[in-house]
């Protein structure tokens, strides 16, 4: 059997000035892509995330930071200093990529800003990650994943009827914007292999997150009406909700179309439901909302879950069971696509991490295991600026391990 292709950013450089989710996730997604990427942490401190409070039981683990960093390399430089500063600019010479989330207008004083690095590197895609972006009123305000999920509507739409907003339980925003930010970043480069030049990119958190709710604004873009809070409905679908069953368990359900209704309710064992004339087609049951979720609810509490998958299975309804995280990671499918990989770590031993969710029919991504605090300093500044272990030294001291 051939060897697999190399990945397919093997060969890139990536200079990473980000910490805590959002840039810090883009710069994960360049690594499974293959890219060699370098994070550049302050000496004795490193990524904020390195000081997070530690999971129950983990002290002493950076779990967190660990998430997100596999397969990067760490450096330990000053960039107060001026002469690590230095060398960060020579690092930035030599670099097809740089991201940084600082403040906007931090890289610039620094002088690792755009206009800085592009005259040493014009080929360079250069990639700033901001809460509310570079330029604007809310330029200078700080954000936070929580604070972003706010402004954009998320809060608004989330919750239960006539309840207090409530946010989404994961860095939604954060890992949408890197997301959005590993995507332009990888647009730029093919424009640099086209045209042979590089660009700046000014990416927000605000604006990622809205262009992703954009698939569902449709009714506030073009009426200017805004949806309220339906906890777990839907507002174009019923019945789509969670319900419980008769062992404690929840079930999420939806039936998405007309060629589902008659299905559904065959599984529920009440056919008198499909010609009823108030839940006949999804509009009328849209608006009897409230009877639907009441009849379904109250059958669905009569037997267990496994029961009723059984029963959605066979009639290919739109189902799955609420899982906790421990579930979720444990299921079947997960699993057999082997999402959850395990690296061993200098310091922490085995560790899991959810891996890269696409799967190539040639290339393949290979992990290396999140880095110490500047594990990788002298063999950076070696192998891309050429500098001896004397001169190493003498500018950037012993790596901090």
């Known amino acids: 059997m051939a060897e697999p292709a190399k990945p397919p950013l093997a060969g890139l450089r990536v200079l990473d000035l980000t910490q805590v989710v959002a840039g810090p996730y883009c710069t994960l997604m360049l690594a499974d892509m293959g890219a060699e990427v370098v994070k550049i942490e302050r000496p004795g401190h490193g990524d904020d995330l390195r000081r997070t409070v530690p999971y129950k039981g983990r002290e002493g683990h950076h779990d967190y930071f660990n998430a997100l960093n596999r397969s990067k390399k760490s450096i330990a430089l000053d960039l107060k200093d001026e002469a690590q500063r230095a060398l960060a600019l020579r690092l930035a010479g030599r670099t097809d990529v740089m991201v940084e989330n600082f403040a906007p207008g931090t890289a610039h004083r620094l002088g690792l800003g755009w206009e800085d690095v592009n005259k040493l590197n014009p080929r ?7 809460g509310f972006g570079q330029t604007g009123p809310y330029r200078n305000r700080l954000a936070l994943d929580p604070i972003i999920q706010a402004v954009t509507g998320v809060m608004s739409v989330t919750g239960e009827p006539d309840r207090e907003p409530i946010m989404v339980g994961a860095p939604l925003a954060d890992v949408i914007a890197g997301m959005f930010a590993a995507c332009a970043i990888v647009s730029a480069l093919h424009v640099v292999k086209r045209d042979g030049v590089g660009q700046y990119i000014d990416l927000s958190m605000q604006d990622a997150m809205l262009a992703a709710l954009g698939v569902r604004m449709g009714e506030t ?3 200017g009406i805004s949806p309220g809070r339906l906890g777990n409905e839907n507002p174009l679908r019923v019945p789509a909700n969670t319900y419980e069953t008769a062992d404690g368990l929840w079930l999420a359900i939806m039936v998405q179309n007309e060629n589902q209704w008659a299905p ?3 599984a529920m064992e009440h056919e008198e439901w499909i010609d009823d004339p ?11 909302r409230k009877e639907v979720n009441k009849l379904v609810a109250r059958r669905l509490a009569e037997q267990p879950a496994e029961d009723w998958m ?13 899982n906790d995280y421990a579930q979720a990671l444990a299921d079947p499918q997960v699993a057999h696509r082997g999402l959850v990989r ?3 770590h200098p310091v922490s031993g085995r560790i899991r991490v959810v891996g890269p969710p696409w799967i190539m029919s040639v290339t393949r991504t290979e992990m ?11 063999e950076v500044l070696r192998d891309w600026l050429g500098m001896a272990a004397e001169e190493i030294a003498a500018v950037a001291g012993e790596p901090c391990g």
């Open 221 to 223: 873009l073009q009426a």
């Open 368 to 378: 290396a295991p999140p880095p110490t605090l500047g594990q990788h300093t002298a």
């Open 124 to 130: 360079l895609v250069y990639c700033s990650l901001s």
């Open 342 to 344: 395990t690296l061993d």
């Open 264 to 266: 559904f309710c065959r």
């Open 278 to 288: 108030r839940f006949r087609n999804m509009a009328l049951r849209v608006k009897h």
């Open 310 to 322: 059984q029963r959605f299975e066979a009639e290919r309804i739109p189902y799955a069971l609420v």
